[in-house]
């Protein structure tokens, strides 16, 4: 079964961290061992935000790139899904662009990226995180890089991004919101997660939400297990999200996961979980990989077409 994961910090793990390829959670081997035909590699903007190097930090990690063993797509995509492990790029913490359109051109001229989370857990000339409650919605540039986002067939990640936000990019963007790594908020009150009112508002405009592995985001407690994923699963799935529920592990960036789910070798455990509680074989299929395939392939008609 084709598996493929909308979020993972490797390349900054090893890029900026000085972490080695081998000793990441997101390995070939490990990729192999799970199923997992695409990762989405991010470029994450840095811990400091805009007051660090996010520029810097992002041209480091697209060089890092070349020392992850898996081949890139940074052009079309295939036909069909990839049977071996494949990378695409993302960015997380859209201060990397400093405010300038020519950035984002550079970053996706050579990297091809196929989404931005807008902001991390800072503001910036884009518009305000979730950590912070801001109640404001995307500032002016942030409006000017949505629309050349749209132009250029590149989603708008919503994960990190204020409720305002959220709702702002639901109605000025063309292509449909995603949210590449984020649970659900109802089940664990924290900020970085959805409301029921925003995935609804995600499945009617079919984009996409990533589960998030990360251990806070699923439990108020230290020790999740493989049924607190399947609970936030579930959970979507109640509110119509067949069509757009998939994965947005967070590996390389998150510090506790539930027991058995640390690294890409663990998706087939949780497959067979949802597989024992009744989910069925084209359920499973467009979970792990097709609902996200499907909406990277409809932004890239788009790019095509423009």
């Not at 996706?108 to 990226?113: C, F, G, K, Q, T």
């Amino acid at each position: 079964m084709f598996v493929a994961d909308a979020h993972c910090d490797t390349l900054y793990a090893i890029a900026i961290e000085g972490k080695r390829p081998e000793d990441c959670a997101v390995t070939p081997e490990r990729m192999r061992a799970g199923g997992v035909g695409l990762q989405t590699f991010a470029l994450f903007a840095g811990r400091k935000g805009p007051a660090g190097t996010p520029y810097e930090d992002g041209r480091r990690m697209l060089a890092a790139a070349e020392r992850v063993p898996v081949e890139f797509l940074r052009g079309a995509l295939p036909d069909v899904p990839p049977e071996v492990p494949t990378g695409i790029f993302s960015c997380e913490g859209g201060e990397m662009f400093a405010g300038s359109l020519e950035k984002l051109a550079e970053f996706d001229d050579s990297a091809r990226l196929r989404m931005i989370a807008l902001t991390w857990n800072y503001e910036n000339e884009i518009g305000h995180p979730a950590k912070g409650g801001s109640t404001e919605k995307l500032k002016p540039f942030g409006r000017e890089l949505l629309r050349e986002m749209d132009r250029r067939g590149i989603l708008a990640d919503v994960s990190h991004l204020n409720d305002a936000g959220f709702w702002d990019v639901c109605e000025r963007s063309s292509l449909p919101p995603i949210a590449s790594h984020s649970d659900c908020r109802w089940l664990r009150n924290r900020e970085r997660n959805l409301t029921k009112d925003m995935v609804r508002a995600i499945v009617e405009r079919r984009g996409f939400i990533g589960v998030n592995f990360y251990t806070s985001f699923l439990i108020d407690g230290e020790r999740a297990v493989l049924d607190d994923v399947v609970r936030h699963i579930d959970a979507l799935y109640e509110l119509g999200a067949e069509d757009v529920a998939g994965f947005g592990s967070d590996f390389d960036g998150i510090e506790a996961w539930p027991e058995g789910l640390g690294d890409p070798s663990g998706f087939p455990a949780l497959l067979d979980r949802l597989a024992s509680r009744g989910y069925t074989q084209a359920q499973l299929e467009k979970l792990a990989g097709g609902n996200l395939w499907r909406v990277l392939k409809e932004a890239e008609a788009v790019r095509t077409a423009s």
